[in-house]
């Protein structure tokens, strides 16, 4: 009879791993394990209600949906704000068990993606440092396996240039407000025409949202 109820006990959680791959490793983490009805209850709650420069719906569940469909756990975010793509990211890490560095310049914002990520649910999930992402990004270890990158356009070659050795391969490298219809200037053209130049990176361009550049990583050079 124990080693009945043994078995069963080992089945369920077996058929439990397979059904919620980050469960159980948020759990023995100490983490609030797959905070779903949470974050869709703050993301529905606050639909229509960011107004920080932050990504619309449609891009945080796009990078929700790449992040799961890859199974990544290890990513970066450049340009946090007050955390609407965050929280995407991080309720998708949730259950792949796996986790997201975000960095702002701007305090004020900062603290306010730090309210937002608890009343989601998903501060288990993020590591939000305060930090001018120039240097920070050159200094992060990593490896990364998916990275999003929204701050300073300008910058985004520079931030590809430091971030792509850290990245691993069949990782994921996507850029926020790309056009790539030839209506790109400034930062994100330049970013788009080097990724582009580069034979081992494969990128695509959606346009769901804000227009979000999508480039997989296939070899190392
Ligand atoms: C477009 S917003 C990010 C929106 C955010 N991804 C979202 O959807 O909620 C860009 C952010 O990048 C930050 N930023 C700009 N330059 C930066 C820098 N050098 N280092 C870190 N953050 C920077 C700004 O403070 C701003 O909050």
Known sequence: MKNLNIFR???????????????????????????????????????GQWYDMNVPSADGQLLYNLILKGNYKSALEIGTST????IWMAWALSKTGGKLITI???????????????KAGVSDYIDARLANAHNLVKELKGPFDFVFSDADKEWYKNYFSDVEPKLKVGGCFTAHNISGRGRDY?????????????????????YDGGGLSISYKKSEK
């Open 83 to 86: 955390g609407h793509s965050a």
């Open 9 to 47: 006990l080992l089945l369920t959680l077996l058929v439990w791993s397979l059904l919620f791959p980050g469960a159980l490793t948020a759990q023995s983490a100490g983490k609030d394990p797959l905070p779903d009805e949470r974050v869709k209850k703050f993301l529905s709650d606050h639909t």
């Open 186 to 206: 400034g930062g994100q053209a330049e970013f788009l025409q080097y990724v582009r130049s580069l034979k081992n990176y494969e990128t695509t361009i959606n």
């Open 104 to 118: 702002d310049i701007d305090e004020s914002r900062y603290k306010k993606a730090l309210e937002n990520f608890k």
